[in-house]
């Protein structure tokens, strides 16, 4: 079946630093990826996707590139700010007709001033 | 991406009780899915709603602990019954996008069983 690895956290990071969160997995077909925030007390926003092979996905300031052979979909961010504190999730579908989503178990990111 | 409104979004249930939480978008979807997130957990699909007919249910979840109702392309509920502390959870409706296979969340009924 799917699955989703992420790296561990708590990820602790002063602003301006350079982040990455990294995320592979395991799937059948051709899946679709995703990456999910969930700021303190909200729900999940859709950060940023990528649908096949070497797509980059992108979003305020953050991108993740779909590497089908390593299996991977790593979240980067060259500046973080204090905002960007929060939990983020690494997810697949397997496209097609299934749109159940498979997530990572997350990753608390805490920016400092 | 659609809008996507969860109520309520937050309570306090007495254990034995049950809750529906509803979940109404603002443009007529084809799927509608119910997700849970337990406390420092990640999220697992409980069940695709299903318009005019039964839900589908992942594995460990069962109708009649999560029943579910689906009248028309824009709302749906999700009942959680018999409450006990262990269903204190964040509770998400989500819905495919126009774009096909991105799913989109709503905020969440955060619910504590006391």
């Known amino acids: 079946g799917n699955s989703v690895t992420q790296m561990e956290g708590p990820v602790t990071l002063s602003e301006e630093a350079f982040l990455t969160i990294n995320c592979t997995y395991t799937a059948t077909g051709y899946p679709s990826l995703f990456w999910y925030v969930q700021y303190p007390g909200e729900g999940l926003q859709l950060l940023l996707k990528?649908?096949?092979?070497?797509d980059k996905g992108s979003n305020k300031g953050f991108e993740a590139t779909y590497r089908k052979e390593t299996t991977s979909f790593h979240l980067e961010k060259g500046s973080v700010q204090v905002s960007d504190s929060a939990v983020y999730f690494c997810a697949l579908n397997s496209g097609g007709s299934n749109y159940k989503l498979t997530f990572g178990k997350g990753t608390l990111l805490t920016v400092n001033p | 991406s659609a809008v996507i409104s969860q109520k309520p979004s937050r309570d306090i249930c007495q254990r034995g009780t049950s809750l529906t939480i509803q979940c109404q978008v603002d443009?007529?979807?084809?799927?509608m899915f119910w997700y849970r997130q337990q406390p420092g957990q990640s999220l697992t699909l409980i069940a695709t709603a299903n318009q005019g007919s039964e839900a589908t249910y992942e594995s460990g979840f069962v109708i009649d602990k999560f029943p579910i109702s689906r009248p028309n392309l824009t709302f749906s509920t999700l009942t959680v019954s018999n409450m006990s502390p262990e269903d204190s959870s964040i509770y998400l409706c989500?819905?495919?996008?126009?774009?096909?296979?991105?799913?989109?969340f709503g905020e969440g009924s955060w619910l504590t069983v006391v």
């Open positions: 443009s007529q979807v084809t799927m």
């Open positions: 990528a649908t096949k092979a070497d």
């Open positions: 989500s819905v495919q996008g126009a774009q096909g296979n991105t799913i989109y």
